[in-house]
């Protein structure tokens, strides 16, 4: 019985850090916005210690700041934030798919390789038509689910939370781009095809892309904020 309780309250405590997790990408939880585990906990509709514990996760992977005394705010990440987070997953990603065509990357096989396609056909479609709630899912997914296949789950936890990183701060910034699409990079079926041939070379090259055109982005939104 003790036991089950705990299982209970760990997947309510994950539940409720998804979920703001969610909002902070849908972007209804905006950067630097404050609140508390009291506030939280009445939306929710359940106790505050799963709700701390939730907080304290979601502190722990930098997208919430603790705030002594008054409780937690989003995290604010910088375009120089963005930057460094886009150069710290190509570095990694940089030594699973190499230039010179080697690859550290496990085979890649099989229905998980399947699901995998699926989700980069989706995230490519909605990328290329500006559909951004849609992509963020997909998209996350897609990246999530890749690197478990190619690599160690380590490296694959810290993709995704780069990932994750990279979004929370794009999102407030891209829904006020009149064109959304032409900003989002939408290469993820070409990613998939190179994995599947094997080829690490023009697996590095598609991400070389998605990196510029990453940081042409920023380059761009920090002239406008200028």
């Known amino acids: 019985m003790p ?16 979920a703001l997790r969610d ?10 916005q404050e609140f508390t585990v009291k506030e939280i906990a009445a939306t929710y509709g359940v106790s505050a210690t799963p709700v701390r514990e939730a907080l304290v996760d979601l502190t722990a992977q930098g997208l919430l700041d603790s705030i002594q005394h008054r409780g937690f705010q989003v995290h604010r990440f910088s375009v120089e934030d963005y930057r ?23 085979p890649v096989h099989g229905p998980a390789l399947v699901a995998v ?6 995230a490519a479609r909605a990328a290329r038509s500006g559909e951004l709630d849609v992509l963020i899912g997909y998209d996350l997914r897609f990246w999530r689910e890749l690197g478990a296949l190619v690599t160690n789950c380590y490296i694959a936890d810290f993709l995704h939370r780069m990932r994750v990183q990279t979004w929370v701060f794009a999102v ?10 032409a900003w989002l990079w ?22 070389v892309t998605h990196d510029e055109h990453a940081l042409r982005w920023a380059d761009r939104l920090e002239r406008r904020t200028r």
């Open 3 to 18: 036991a089950s309780g705990v299982v209970t309250r760990s997947t309510l405590r994950q539940q409720i850090a998804d």
């Open 23 to 32: 909002e902070v990408l849908a972007g209804r939880l905006q950067p630097g």
């Open 84 to 106: 460094g987070m886009v150069e710290a997953a190509s570095l990694v990603v940089d030594g699973i798919f190499r230039a010179d065509g080697t690859s550290r990357a496990n």
């Open 117 to 122: 396609r699926r989700r980069a056909e989706e």
């Open 172 to 181: 407030p910034h891209l829904r006020g781009e009149p064109e959304p699409a």
């Open 186 to 207: 939408n290469r993820h079926e070409d990613l998939v095809d190179a994995i599947t041939l094997g080829d690490g070379r023009t697996a590095h090259a598609v991400i």
